[in-house]
């Protein structure tokens, strides 16, 4: 609903960087806010979003599910389940399982939203995206530590990087990777 594409962030992003260096700042960061479940957004669009952040390697630590403040367009689509602009119908996630499956997949990789994300991609028919290759977003098993039985992450300094043979893929390709990989070619 109204909200701009990817390429529009990739560019936004590109922009602040190449600025934040001509200022002499080049460790200034964009810290990213998404919001899950709000209305339009189903788990098809919450899965293209987490395909995105693996592919950018972005990992959101600040998400939220959509609260509907009054007298907001969002609290129309909310309660009406239809959109005032173009009047037609929109998917509205009403129950709280659906709300947490969509944020899941927001921080999918985070070692506790393993089983949720698994039940999204599996409930969507994206059964492809688990496993061990470069586009999957979550492994095929989930990692167990004798830390984890206490109620503590699995690995405390996880990243969601994946290694296939001599190959690292999934979200470790970031832009400064893939600009020092164009520029050896060039």
């Known amino acids: 609903m109204k909200k701009p594409v990817n390429n529009n962030f990739e560019s936004f992003a590109d922009a602040f960087q190449s600025a934040s260096r001509r200022a002499g700042k080049p460790k200034q960061y964009i810290v990213p806010y998404y919001i899950a479940s ?10 293209d979003l987490a395909l995105f952040l693996n592919a950018t390697a972005t990992a959101p630590t600040r998400s939220r599910t959509s609260s509907r403040p009054p007298f907001d367009i969002a609290t129309c689509m909310y309660y009406t389940g239809i959109d005032p602009f173009t009047k037609e ?42 496993g061990g290759g470069c586009d999957a977003l979550i492994p095929l098993m989930r990692r167990f530590s004798p830390a984890s039985l206490f109620g503590k992450p699995a690995h405390p300094a996880s990243t969601p990087f994946a290694r296939v043979g001599n190959v690292w893929c999934g979200r470790v390709i970031g832009r400064r990777l893939r600009a020092s990989i164009a520029s050896f070619g060039a």
């Open 38 to 47: 709000h209305p339009g957004s189903d788990l098809h669009t919450m899965i």
């Open 89 to 130: 119908a929109v998917y509205v996630a009403n129950h709280l399982r659906d709300r947490k499956l969509q944020r899941a997949l927001l921080q999918f990789f985070k070692p506790e939203n393993y089983f949720e994300v698994r039940r999204a991609l599996e409930e969507a028919g994206r059964t492809d995206l688990i």
